[in-house]
T-cell receptor, first 112, second 113 residues
Framework: GESVGLHLPTLSVQEGDNSIINCAYS??????FIWYKQESGKGPQFIID?????DKRQGQRVTVLLNKTVKHLSLQIAATQPGDSAVYFC???????????FGAGTRLFVKA | EAQVTQNPRYLITVTGKKLTVTCSQN?????MSWYRQDPGLGLRQIYY???????DKGDVPEGYKVSRKEKRNFPLILESPSPNQTSLYFC????????????FGPGTRLTVT
């Protein structure tokens, strides 16, 4: 597959455990914060978003937390599965939703 | 099937030879965008388009051109490619009211020698 990042932070978890992926963002004026998942050889896939006026949002097996005080975003994946192995990107969105800045990404390994 | 398609998927070319990477979406999305992905740098936005005939620069527009003459298509043009444009390119689209929820194409691996 394609190499999407040679020096990415890496998180290794046991199957069934919970995963927490962290991200620091830079723009206090961002309207939305988004998490994407990128599997080897594929384009990024939208996971979940959170609006800047919220501090928590839950999806299916995922929760995103936003701490605007310290400009920190996290993605929690419950009961991590082998299919969750991928690179995860946080992104911040501004300018009415049209300008997007991606973080460098975190590679998640799930051990069976 | 709802999708974003890119062509070609792989391209090797030489410095200075003009090329176009096509992007098409079948979801009637207003918003489309181009990104490049380089190791350790994540995805960086090149250009985006809010609708037909409306485009704007992203963070790394130098050396690229785009056009949006039809809603479904958003080609990326490299008039005079250089080796520093060797990269993995992604096209994305979304509805204007949820522009942050982008659907990405499969990527185009470009090598400029």
């Amino acid at each position: 597959g394609e190499s999407v990042g040679l020096h990415l932070p890496t998180l290794s978890v046991q199957e069934g455990d919970n995963s927490i992926i962290n991200c620091a963002y830079s723009n206090s004026a961002s309207d939305y914060f988004i998490w994407y998942k990128q599997e080897s050889g594929k384009g990024p896939q939208f996971i979940i978003d959170i609006r800047s006026n919220m501090d928590k949002r839950q999806g299916q097996r995922v929760t995103v937390l936003l701490n605007k005080t310290v400009k920190h975003l996290s993605l929690q994946i419950a009961a991590t599965q082998p299919g969750d192995s991928a690179v995860y990107f946080c992104a911040e969105n501004s300018g009415g939703g049209f300008k997007t800045i991606f973080g460098a990404g975190t590679r998640l390994f799930v051990k069976a | 099937e709802a999708q974003v398609t890119q062509n070609p998927r792989y391209l090797i070319t030489v410095t200075g030879k003009k090329l176009t990477v096509t992007c098409s979406q079948n979801m009637n999305h207003e918003y489309m965008s181009w990104y490049r992905q380089d190791p350790g740098l994540g995805l960086r936005q090149i250009y985006y388009s809010m609708n037909v005939e409306v485009t704007d620069k992203g963070d790394v527009p130098e050396g690229y051109k785009v056009s949006r003459k039809e809603k479904r298509n958003f080609p990326l043009i490299l008039e005079s490619p250089s080796p520093n444009q060797t990269s993995l390119y992604f096209c994305a689209s979304s509805f204007g009211q949820a522009a942050y929820e982008q659907y990405f194409g499969p990527g185009t691996r470009l090598t400029v020698t």
